[in-house]
């Protein structure tokens, strides 16, 4: 069965940064996509960062130049590095491992940036 642990949520003042951390284990197909997305009170979740394979990362107009998507398909792990954070993106953050038989998404972590 598969388990999706993720960690590193907090709280951050504006302009501080955050690295966020996700592992699985059990999944027994080849991952060939990682991503971060959140979800703020009152808004729909939205896609944060993806990378495909080894290709080249995609972000969010919002996020671009400020976070950073890595992680090891191989190993199931994979990173959120956060920097110059806002208040504005504060929210549960969850990362997601595609496969091709579906994804398989973590639990959430809360990231709360104050003013």
């Known amino acids: 069965q598969a388990r999706i642990v993720e960690s590193g949520g907090g709280l951050v003042q504006a302009g501080g940064s955050l690295t966020l951390s996700c592992a699985a284990s059990?999944?027994?197909?080849?991952?060939?996509?990682i991503a971060w997305y959140r979800q703020a009170p009152g808004k729909q979740r939205e896609l944060v960062a993806t990378?495909?394979?080894?290709?080249?990362?995609n972000y969010a107009d919002s996020v671009k130049g400020r976070f950073t998507i890595s992680g090891d398909n191989a190993d199931r792990t994979m990173y959120l590095q956060m920097n110059s954070l806002w208040p504005e993106d504060t929210a549960i953050y969850y990362c997601?491992?595609?496969?091709?038989?579906?994804?398989?998404w973590g639990q959430g972590t809360q990231v709360t940036v104050s003013s």
């Open positions: 997601k491992f595609a496969t091709v038989v579906g994804g398989y």
């Open positions: 059990g999944i027994t197909f080849s991952i060939n996509t």
């Open positions: 990378r495909s394979g080894g290709g080249t990362p």
